[in-house]
């Protein structure tokens, strides 16, 4: 099936008021999911979007190929303050629907690690897709609209933007969060929740590499570059991927995973070798090779390069038989249980989500919809639900936005 262009428009002359049933405030995967499906049921729908580009987070995503979802979508694989929100839309709108969406299209696409599955091709396929619905269900898309005030009506809401006045019935805020400001990230869905009166949950960057104060970052001298598996722990929850050092700490699959549920002054613990018990087999080179130095031990499981540092920092050179239980523990706990407290994280810059948003109490895992002001929708990144790495945070702008869409 060939992707058909939905209209687009740069709002670059004066129009007369606009009046639609919805207006979707966002235009990207979540905004434009729910005015396909608010198209469908015949609910002229309107998706404004201050961008000058649509759904740049889609086309620059997966290196440009669109992590678009996971194999095994499960409500344990988000986090929310109340980890009971997701399960309805999930449920409603799975992963093997939006599957059968590209498939339609003949999107050819591919699974990698952990269940991710990519476009074979450019992610503008996911995006000629989505727009080419929203114009088969008469939804109409506006870039280049910035809206400059927002105001409750009788009969539904008026917005204001730099050229025109719309008036709508039911009001869709899927602007996202904060990360990757780059490409237009803002904090505008959070704070028209609080001013109508909707609790927030304090934003923060997740998915992100960590950095380290100085005496860390010295300890980890001449690491960068080197990347392998490891297993990280923090606040009870683990993680098995492959962990990158940098030039500013530490990134990599295994560290943006964790870095949802770090928060600040907390450890992280990492074992550089899973699947090895370091001690018992340092002992063991002890007693069968006494002359040997623990670096070329290490050196069998690690980089040579990490396994030489290891060695020094926790000052264990010399021979094996130099080497007390002692010491022999503390460098093996140096690989098995390294504990390092980052200072931070390299924020919303290179994050790929944000973590927090939009109180999940504050809406209808229904129909996503406010409790608070009748018509008023929170949909995709901007509530408090943050997907792991790999495919589930599109996933959860998929399944808002379709949830949303039978009901606005």
Not at 211 to 238: P, Y
Request: glycine share 10%; aromatic share 8%.
């Amino acid at each position: 099936m060939g992707v058909i262009a939905s209209p687009i428009h740069t709002n670059e002359s004066p129009a007369k008021m606009k009046k639609v049933d919805v207006l979707i405030i966002g235009a990207g995967a979540a905004g434009m999911m729910c005015a396909i499906e608010t198209g469908k049921r015949g609910r002229k729908t309107l998706v404004i979007d201050h961008a000058k580009k649509l759904a740049e987070k889609i086309r620059i995503s997966g290196g440009g190929r669109c992590n678009f979802t996971n194999m095994d979508i499960q409500p344990k694989n988000y986090i929310s303050q109340n980890p009971h929100f997701c399960k309805s839309a999930l449920k409603r709108y799975t992963n093997w629907d939006f599957i059968s969406l590209i498939s339609e299209y003949n999107i050819a696409y591919h699974e990698r690690d952990h269940g991710q599955l990519f476009c074979d091709d450019s992610a503008q396929l996911i995006i000629d897709m989505l727009q080419g619905q929203c114009r088969k269900a008469g939804s109409e898309i506006q870039l280049n609209t910035k809206v400059e005030g927002v105001s409750r009506r009788d009969n539904g809401f008026l917005i204001m933007t730099g050229e025109d006045e719309i008036e709508c019935e039911h009001l869709v805020i899927a602007t996202g969060g904060l990360s990757i400001p780059k490409i237009g990230a803002s904090n505008f869905g959070l704070k028209q929740a609080e001013l109508f009166g909707l609790n927030v949950i304090h934003p923060r960057p997740a998915l992100v590499p960590f950095t380290f104060n100085q005496e860390t970052h010295d300890k980890l001298d001449g690491f960068a570059g080197i990347s392998l598996e490891v297993e990280i722990s923090c606040n009870k929850t683990s993680f098995r991927e492959a962990l990158l050092f940098t030039h500013k700490g530490i990134s990599g699959p295994a560290v943006l995973q964790i870095s949802s549920y770090w928060t600040p002054g907390d450890a992280v613990m990492i074992n550089l070798a899973p699947d090895t018990d370091m001690f018992d087999k340092l002992k063991t080179a002890k007693t069968s090779n006494p002359k040997q130095e623990p670096q070329s031990i290490l050196a069998e499981i690690l980089p040579k390069r990490l396994a030489q540092r290891l060695v020094e920092i926790n000052d264990c050179g010399g021979k094996l038989a130099d080497l007390s239980d002692k010491k022999l523990r503390a460098l093996s706990d140096g690989v098995n249980r390294w504990q390092l407290q980052p200072s931070g994280t390299e924020g919303y810059r290179t994050a790929e989500v944000m973590s927090g948003g939009v109180d999940t109490n504050e809406l209808s895992s229904k129909t996503f919809e406010s409790t608070k002001v009748p018509g008023l929708y929170f949909i995709g990144e901007v509530i408090d639900v943050t997907g792991h790495l790999g495919g589930y945070n599109f996933q959860w702008a998929w399944s808002s936005g379709y949830c949303a869409g039978q009901f606005a």
